[in-house]
């Protein structure tokens, strides 16, 4: 098995289990984003649903990408790392209140609103304050993503974005309301789509969309299709590199922007899926009457993504290179679906073995909870371990 160049001493030393955050692939991954969007009339805002780890971010928001906030928090996380108001845009379909006004007195660049009645309540709030809300209307294309159907977003059934059939209503209102400012339509049609196709589609649907305006009279000045770029969870060493190439290059052919147009993309998971994994040691080799059991310290508290959508991570023995042999690997966690992968082929384990659950970057340990009174994992960086 192929394994990461991880500082396997140095991780003895450390209290496992804690994620580790590889920056030499987060560095390429964005330089490669740049190399990509340089010269287009495109903008990247990072997801930062995806991980928040303050180093992460400083080095996304140092080159120079924007942010996608989801909620108060994120906001107020991507201001509190520097991310110019200008460059945050403002997600989610519950914005409280007090979330709306966070964005109102920091002015960020655009609220993607996603009802009708969160339009109204986002006119109200910036009335109150003398201000003028930027918005843009998170539209359902019914764009099927191919994904697995928890992380699909984009079609008319999901509780995401405005359906298509309301679009003339909210067209209509959005004119008559006086401190919002209709400056763009955006997407987001899901998450790990790695087959092109549902982005090609996005972009017929934006093109369409784009008449639909014009014979209204409105001009967007932004058209956001959102994220959903997936990365190859089964071979991380191969492919660190998300297919940026062949993603923009999607948007470059297929989608027609009109002059002065920005494209704005919210990428999350290809980022940072990568450069991120839970490091965690073996416990116990359990003899099952027909199986093996490697029972890790490792369970769904730091990495909940195999019993949330029976996602796939890799799994490496960085302290063994024996032959391969079978097993379940586990958590210790009082449920049975703390499973993160079954029958499968790993160098032989023993206790004390360290173990890499792969491509853990994003969705990882922001989603780390502290069920059965486990503490929060923490974080270490490939710059602290030099
Ligand atoms: C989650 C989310 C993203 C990022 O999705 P990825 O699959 O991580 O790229 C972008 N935009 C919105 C609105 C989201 O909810």
């Known amino acids: 098995m192929i394994k990461a160049n991880y500082p396997v001493d140095k991780f003895r030393d450390i209290t496992t289990p804690f994620y580790y955050y590889d920056l030499e692939v987060l560095r390429s991954s964005l330089a490669e984003i740049n190399r990509h969007i340089d010269g287009q009339p495109f903008e990247v805002h990072y997801a930062l649903k995806a991980n928040v780890n303050p180093v992460v971010l400083k080095i996304i928001k140092e080159a120079g990408l924007g942010a996608d906030c989801v909620s108060g928090g994120e906001v107020q996380a991507a201001l509190n790392a520097g991310i110019a108001p200008s460059k945050i845009v403002f997600a989610g379909v519950g914005k409280a209140d007090w979330e709306i006004n966070l964005g109102l007195e920091h002015d960020v660049f655009c609220f993607n609103v996603e009802s009708i009645p969160e339009l109204e309540i986002i006119d109200e709030l910036a009335s ?119 993603y923009f290059k999607v948007f470059r052919d297929h989608l027609t922007l009109r002059p002065g147009q920005t494209l704005h993309f919210e990428l999350g998971r290809s980022i940072v899926a990568q450069c991120g994994s839970l490091i965690s040691k073996v416990l116990y080799v359990k003899e099952g009457t027909s199986k093996k059991f490697v029972i890790l310290d490792a369970g769904f508290t730091e990495l909940i993504r195999p019993a949330l959508y029976q996602a796939y991570h890799r799994v490496e023995n960085l302290s063994s290179d024996l032959p391969e042999e079978k097993y379940d690997v586990v958590g210790p966690i009082c449920e049975s679906s703390d499973v993160f992968v079954k029958d499968y082929l790993m160098n032989q384990t023993k206790r004390g073995d360290i173990v890499a659950l792969r491509s853990a970057g994003a969705y990882g340990e922001i989603m780390a909870s502290g069920y059965n009174l486990r503490k929060l994992p923490k974080a270490y960086t490939s710059d602290e371990l030099k």
């Open 128 to 246: 109150a304050k003398g201000k003028i809300a930027r918005v843009a209307l998170r539209i359902n294309p019914n764009v099927s993503a191919n994904t697995h159907h928890y992380i699909t977003t984009g079609l008319n059934e999901n509780k995401f974005g405005i359906n298509l059939t309301e679009l003339e209503k909210v067209t209509q209102i959005v004119r008559n309301l006086q401190n919002v400012k209709l400056i763009g339509i955006h997407f987001h049609i899901g998450s790990q789509i790695t087959d092109m196709t549902p982005f090609q589609d996005l972009c017929v649907k934006v093109n369409e969309l784009q008449y639909h305006f014009e014979a209204n009279g409105i001009t967007l000045e932004n058209i956001n299709v959102g994220g959903g770029l997936g990365v190859n969870y089964e071979h991380p060493n191969h492919f660190p590199i998300a297919e940026y190439e062949a």
